[in-house]
């Protein structure tokens, strides 16, 4: 079962350098951008889910939304991995139990730093990615957004 496993990492890191190196991209970057996607498909599944339980209607509308921007977000990147990504659930699960236990005030602080932490970490790939920009100037906004729901 091992060695199974490891042929199959094997394979997937060619077919990462191989798409890396058709679209110009270094591994460092290639690694980056899947990391930045991986962290927006997880965001779309932890704003659904926090639509789902939340009590306020704006709130739940607004988390929608923010659902749909990070959707566009995960898209930007995509078109540089050409790779699909799904979400890891463990956000989906774990910030609307936080939700229910510890309160809309700690949890959105929470989140709206997540968001900014977001923004931040996409400053090193703007260079290499213009059209990052935007998704980083989003980032802040959505915290912002977050934190004008408290």
């Not at 077919?15 to 927006?40: C, V």
């Amino acid at each position: 079962m091992k060695i199974k496993e490891t042929l199959k990492k094997k394979e997937q890191d060619y077919s990462l350098f191989s798409a890396a190196a058709d679209a110009g991209i270094t591994m460092d970057q290639m690694d980056a951008l899947i990391t930045a996607q991986q962290g927006e498909e997880d965001a779309v599944y932890m704003y659904e889910q926090l639509a789902k339980t939340v009590r306020d209607e704006a709130d739940r509308e607004a988390f929608l939304r923010l659902a749909g921007d990070e959707k566009r977000h995960s898209d930007v990147f995509r078109k540089y991995t050409g790779m699909d990504v799904k979400a890891n659930p463990a956000k989906g699960i774990f910030v609307p139990l936080m939700y229910r236990v510890l309160g809309k005030k700690k949890v959105y602080a929470i989140i709206a730093q997540g968001e900014y932490d977001a923004a931040e970490k996409y400053k090193h790939i703007i260079d290499d990615f213009p059209e990052v920009v935007e998704v980083m100037n989003d980032e802040v906004h959505h915290g912002d957004a977050v934190k004008g729901l408290l």
